[in-house]
Every structure is written in structure tokens, then in C-alpha cells.
């Protein structure tokens, strides 16, 4: 079975920019979480969707957003992007109803904000 | 709210020396705990697991087990190897019946260097 797949890998943006990223579940997995990797504040929760609903969201300003499609694949959009958004974006995947939540991640993708 | 605490690193160790990592958390219910793993440029790989009090999970030769009573789940290894050098992430996922769907609570990491 495939893992689950982040695309770009790296990204370069400059601040003001918006950048959207894209995650393709794992087959079969219908929840969908997103998090921010940065040294200072460690692994952080975005949000998380299920059936192409935003069931869960972590405290971040609006700027970040996020949507899923009905093969479950998601994406998650930051607007006007500040220095501080530079960071490695993971997303997981999961089947909520099995496994206590036990989560899948992907590679991530590198986003650099000048 | 949830919260994991890691014990502060980095750790070094020498091959085949035996690895402890603490991690304590706070949280309501019944949670499931996991240990991930993140080798450099990499995402999080997922070490071990454990769904309930007394479990123990074990993977690859760490071991980890569900201690209510003293909200624990320390990893362990009995001898350690250069390749075990990577970043190691305690997390918590809230226990059934809870409205915190798809969130991962993690402690804030232990860097692992293992010398040959």
C-alpha cells in the first residue's frame, strides 16, 4: 500500500505570498490532519477532516485553511505569508475508527518564507 | 488540555548502550500513546503504540509501557545502535467518546545521537 504523499516537497515563497500544499491520503483513510513542524514551538496541530468536513482546528490564525475532496485527498492554503510561517508541514492520515487514531504521516514539505 | 512532557535532550549514547527516554502526560479519560520516530529530512515514523493501561508496546527492540498510575510511557532499548540516531516524539491521541478528532498531542522531542 502506498504511504501518504506530500506535494511540493520544498517550496520558496516571499512574505505577503499565499502558497497551498497537498496531501493524498493513504488508500482507504478518510481523516486527514494537518501539522506545523518548527524548532521553537515544536509539532503542531492545523486542523483535521473527515468525509470533506473540518471536524477538529488547532489554534492558528485565519490565514490558515485547509479543504478535502471526496477521494479524500486535502489541501491546506496560507494567505499574506509572514516569516514566522516558514516551517515543515505534515500531514497524517488516519481510520478513525480503528486503530485509536494511530496516525500516518508523510514526508512533509519544506515551505521557506523570505 | 492534553499535554506530553519529554525529558530534555539531546541524549549521546554509545552503541550499545541502553537508551531510556521519559515521558509523562496529562490527560482526561483513557488516551492512546504512541512513540514516533523522525530520521533527518524525514517524516514521523511511527515506533510503537499503546491503547491501555498495562499495555506494552515494542517495536525493533524499544519497548514502551502504559503506566496509569504514574501517567507514564518511557521508552526503552536494552542496546542501541548507530542508526537509532534520529529525533524521538512521545504523543497522546484522546480516548474514545472525546470531540478532539484527528489531534496528536506531542512532547517536544529528544535528539538521539548514538556514537560508534
Known amino acids: 500500500k502506498a504511504g501518504v504523499t506530500q506535494t511540493p516537497r520544498y517550496l520558496i515563497k516571499t512574505r505577503g505570498q499565499q502558497v497551498t500544499l497537498s496531501c493524498s491520503p493513504i488508500?482507504?483513510?478518510?481523516?486527514v490532519s494537518w501539522y506545523q513542524q518548527t524548532p521553537g514551538q515544536g509539532l503542531q496541530f492545523l486542523f483535521e477532516?473527515?468525509?470533506?468536513?473540518?471536524?477538529n482546528k488547532g489554534n492558528f490564525p485565519g490565514r490558515f485553511s485547509g479543504r478535502q475532496f471526496s477521494n479524500s485527498r486535502s489541501e491546506m492554503n496560507v494567505s499574506t505569508l509572514e516569516l514566522g510561517d516558514s516551517a515543515l508541514y505534515l500531514c497524517a492520515s488516519s481510520f478513525p475508527s480503528q486503530s485509536h487514531n494511530e496516525q500516518f504521516f508523510g514526508p512533509g514539505t519544506r515551505l521557506t518564507v523570505l | 488540555g492534553d499535554s506530553v512532557t519529554q525529558m530534555e535532550g539531546p541524549v549521546t549514547l554509545s552503541e550499545e548502550a541502553f537508551l531510556t527516554i521519559n515521558c509523562t502526560y496529562t490527560?482526561?479519560?483513557?488516551?492512546?500513546l504512541f512513540w514516533y520516530v523522525q530520521y533527518p529530512g524525514e517524516g514521523l515514523q511511527l515506533l510503537l503504540k499503546?491503547?491501555?493501561?498495562?499495555d506494552k508496546g515494542s517495536n525493533k527492540g524499544f519497548e514502551a509501557t502504559y503506566r496509569k498510575e504514574t501517567t507514564s510511557f518511557h521508552l526503552e532499548k536494552g542496546s542501541v545502535q548507530v542508526s537509532d540516531s534520529a529525533v524521538y516524539f512521545c504523543a497522546l491521541s484522546p480516548g474514545a467518546g472525546g470531540t478532539s478528532y484527528g489531534k496528536l498531542t506531542f512532547g517536544q522531542g529528544t535528539i538521539l545521537t548514538v556514537h560508534p
Open positions: 499503546a491503547t491501555k493501561a498495562d
Open positions: 488508500s482507504g483513510h478518510r481523516s
Open positions: 477532516y473527515f468525509s470533506e468536513t473540518q471536524r
Open positions: 490527560a482526561t479519560g483513557y488516551p492512546s
